[in-house]
């Protein structure tokens, strides 16, 4: 087998909406990239088949060969067999899809799945914000929350590959009914749609002068960038939705950080545009709050990979299966 440190892989995160792809190398460094509609009413199997297309179109404009593919997916899947469980966010027909069989038939190459948050949280570990921590919890803020776990140097999932839904624990436990079922989790409290709502009340409520500036006087677009302007700009209102909306993050995350002894924490997902703004509070809760160790050494801060952590997770899934493929064969 071709030496995983001089070839190249293939991570591909699939979204509600769209697919991200890339191909990098084992240190991550990106040498192609593209992005097409999921167009998820169509089925998985035509899904994959147009993301194999776009693969072989990137690898024939670069005049490169892929090694293995790591693919993440917004739900539960089942690694083993290579199949998705159930995706919440995508229709029906998408559950016990053989998606790693449906990419292997097409490429021949090794293909390994993951849940996208967790996947995410490898792509973050392996080439993202962690300096070289042996522990790490990934948090990514948008539409939802989402996360993975490193421990001892390995991205953890228990079972279902569930380990890290630290978007699904109570904070309120008579708050408002969550996605999954429960109420009162941590997503019911902070993302990226509830943060627009807040800011929209206060501009109706005319709270938020410089945000209704800022959007012209149209709600729909309310925005976490514009609102962090706006905040900036001098809507106090504003701010302290943000504040509050990151204190309950601080809480939910000095819970896991409590749990698990993690001594660096990365957030990722569209929340992070807020910065500061979303940092200080968290920092101060999770040092408020994390008191069976020295919370001293408890590392917060935003993502430098962005929205690509997930697809650079999955290259990293890759580069692990291949090199697990290659000891196998040599063994
Ligand atoms: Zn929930």
Redesign the pocket.
């Given at each position: 087998m071709e030496n995983a440190a001089s070839g190249l892989f293939a991570g591909i995160d699939f979204g509600g909406t769209k697919v991200a792809a890339v191909i990098a190398d084992a240190h991550g460094n990106i040498v192609a990239e593209g992005v097409i509609p999921t167009l998820a009413e169509e089925g998985p199997a035509q899904a994959a088949e147009r993301t194999c297309r776009l693969l072989d179109d990137l690898c024939l404009q670069h005049s490169c060969e892929i090694l293995a593919i790591g693919i993440g997916l917004p739900g539960l899947v089942d690694r083993d067999a290579g199949a998705i469980v159930f995706l919440p966010n995508l229709p029906p027909q998408w559950s016990g899809f053989h998606i790693a069989e449906a990419f292997a038939s097409h490429s021949h190459r090794p293909v390994s799945l993951l849940n996208d948050a967790r996947m995410a949280a490898l792509g973050e570990y392996t080439f993202g914000n962690a300096g070289g921590s042996q522990d790490m919890l990934f948090v990514t803020v948008g539409t939802?929350i989402g996360g993975g776990l490193v421990l001892d140097g390995h991205l953890r999932l228990g079972a279902f590959g569930a380990a890290g839904?630290v978007?699904?624990?109570?904070i309120l436990p008579d708050g408002a009914p969550?996605?999954?079922?429960?109420?009162?989790?941590?997503?019911?409290l902070v993302s990226g749609p509830a943060l627009a709502a807040a800011g929209r009340d206060l501009m109706r409520a005319g709270r938020a002068p410089r945000l209704s500036e800022l959007v012209a006087g149209d709600p729909a677009k309310v925005t976490a960038t514009r609102m962090a302007a706006a905040a900036r700009n001098g809507d106090q209102a504003v701010a302290d939705a943000i504040r509050v909306a990151a204190e309950y993050l601080g809480v939910g995350i000095a819970n896991a950080v409590s749990i698990t002894a993690v001594r660096t924490v990365v957030i990722g997902g569209g929340l992070s545009v807020l910065g500061d703004l979303l940092l200080e509070p968290v920092r101060r809760v999770v040092k408020e709050r994390v008191r069976m160790f020295p919370s001293e050494v408890v590392q917060i801060s935003c993502s430098t990979l962005l929205e690509k952590s997930g697809a650079l997770g999955g290259v990293a899934l890759a580069v692990e299966e291949y090199k697990r493929a290659a000891s196998n064969t040599s063994a």
């Amino acid at each position: 087998m071709e030496n995983a440190a001089s070839g190249l892989f293939a991570g591909i995160d699939f979204g509600g909406t769209k697919v991200a792809a890339v191909i990098a190398d084992a240190h991550g460094n990106i040498v192609a990239e593209g992005v097409i509609p999921t167009l998820a009413e169509e089925g998985p199997a035509q899904a994959a088949e147009r993301t194999c297309r776009l693969l072989d179109d990137l690898c024939l404009q670069h005049s490169c060969e892929i090694l293995a593919i790591g693919i993440g997916l917004p739900g539960l899947v089942d690694r083993d067999a290579g199949a998705i469980v159930f995706l919440p966010n995508l229709p029906p027909q998408w559950s016990g899809f053989h998606i790693a069989e449906a990419f292997a038939s097409h490429s021949h190459r090794p293909v390994s799945l993951l849940n996208d948050a967790r996947m995410a949280a490898l792509g973050e570990y392996t080439f993202g914000n962690a300096g070289g921590s042996q522990d790490m919890l990934f948090v990514t803020v948008g539409t939802g929350i989402g996360g993975g776990l490193v421990l001892d140097g390995h991205l953890r999932l228990g079972a279902f590959g569930a380990a890290g839904e630290v978007g699904h624990h109570t904070i309120l436990p008579d708050g408002a009914p969550c996605s999954c079922g429960s109420r009162g989790c941590l997503e019911t409290l902070v993302s990226g749609p509830a943060l627009a709502a807040a800011g929209r009340d206060l501009m109706r409520a005319g709270r938020a002068p410089r945000l209704s500036e800022l959007v012209a006087g149209d709600p729909a677009k309310v925005t976490a960038t514009r609102m962090a302007a706006a905040a900036r700009n001098g809507d106090q209102a504003v701010a302290d939705a943000i504040r509050v909306a990151a204190e309950y993050l601080g809480v939910g995350i000095a819970n896991a950080v409590s749990i698990t002894a993690v001594r660096t924490v990365v957030i990722g997902g569209g929340l992070s545009v807020l910065g500061d703004l979303l940092l200080e509070p968290v920092r101060r809760v999770v040092k408020e709050r994390v008191r069976m160790f020295p919370s001293e050494v408890v590392q917060i801060s935003c993502s430098t990979l962005l929205e690509k952590s997930g697809a650079l997770g999955g290259v990293a899934l890759a580069v692990e299966e291949y090199k697990r493929a290659a000891s196998n064969t040599s063994a």
